[in-house]
């Protein structure tokens, strides 16, 4: 028998990440995908490499405040709670921070799948080897098969011109959502930026969810999901939607 289809609907928030996940129900959620402003971004900054990230007239961007590795233990603690039995949990993280946060995401729970590299294409700064990519790191709770085992563990998409910081692609968001999840799940992101993974969500028929501590995030976000409301039929919930009775949610 046909199952009816199930309502798209986002929901924005603006908290702590840690916060905003203590107040989603255990078992909640089928994918989290996520980049949060780690510490190792910070020190890139202050030495100059990144440029891209530091206030500029061409850009209008201010830096955000990093979310230190302190904290990764308490993050990924949540993030796994809220997520349900056999799902996946994208990170973006430099290589630096791959090497603090596998080991604690391991300790939450976590399998420790591989990194996926976001190959940026064109040169990017450094002072080294010129830095042209980005990790992923792929963990799963629980056992979840990819939908499609011929998709290369290197996504290949170009960095986007003067965004917001460290915005990232919605492709490369979309092959992650398309791989670990079915159509009318959800995905939730607690450091959204500028919902690129929210655009990706709704545009492939998930629900989602995020939350940024940034006006000017939250701002960007809201603008982009709005515009994609109409195109996608989602509707915007102003509580967390969810069906179990015990948790009350309204628009
Ligand atoms: C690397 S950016 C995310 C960019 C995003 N992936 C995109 O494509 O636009 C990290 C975001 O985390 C937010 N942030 C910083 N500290 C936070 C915290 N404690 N809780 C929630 N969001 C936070 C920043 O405002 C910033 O927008």
């Given at each position: 028998m046909p199952q009816p289809t199930p309502a798209l609907r986002y929901w924005l928030s603006q908290m702590d990440a840690v916060t905003w996940l203590r107040s989603l129900p255990d078992a909640s959620v089928d994918l989290v995908v996520t980049d949060p402003p780690y510490e190792s971004l910070e020190k890139h900054r202050a030495v100059g490499t990144?440029?891209?990230l530091k206030h500029s007239k061409s850009s209008s961007n201010d830096w955000f405040t990093v979310f230190p590795n302190a904290r990764f233990e308490e993050l990924f603690r949540e993030v796994f709670r809220v997520m349900r039995k056999n799902t996946h949990f994208y990170l973006f993280c430099d290589q630096e921070t791959a090497f603090v946060a596998k080991p604690i995401a391991e300790q939450a729970g976590f399998r420790f799948w591989k990194p996926l590299i976001w190959h940026k294409v064109a040169l990017g700064m450094g002072y080294h080897y010129r830095s042209t990519y980005e990790f992923i790191l792929f963990f799963e709770k629980g056992k979840r098969k990819l939908?499609?085992?011929?998709?290369?563990d290197v996504i290949s998409e170009k960095r986007i011109h003067k965004g917001y910081p460290t915005e990232k692609p919605v492709r490369v968001n979309r092959v992650l959502i398309e791989q670990s999840t079915a159509p009318g799940e959800l995905v939730i992101d607690?450091?959204?930026?500028?919902?690129s993974a929210g655009q990706a969500a709704l545009e492939l028929g998930r629900s989602f969810w995020g939350n940024d501590i940034s006006d000017k995030a939250l701002a960007i976000a809201e603008e982009r999901l709005a515009a994609l409301a109409a195109e996608t039929g989602a509707e915007r919930v102003?509580?967390?939607?969810?069906?179990?009775?015990a948790f009350e949610w309204g628009r």
């Open positions: 990144t440029t891209r939908n499609d085992l011929g998709i290369a607690p450091f959204m930026g500028t919902a102003s509580k967390a939607p969810l069906e179990q009775p």
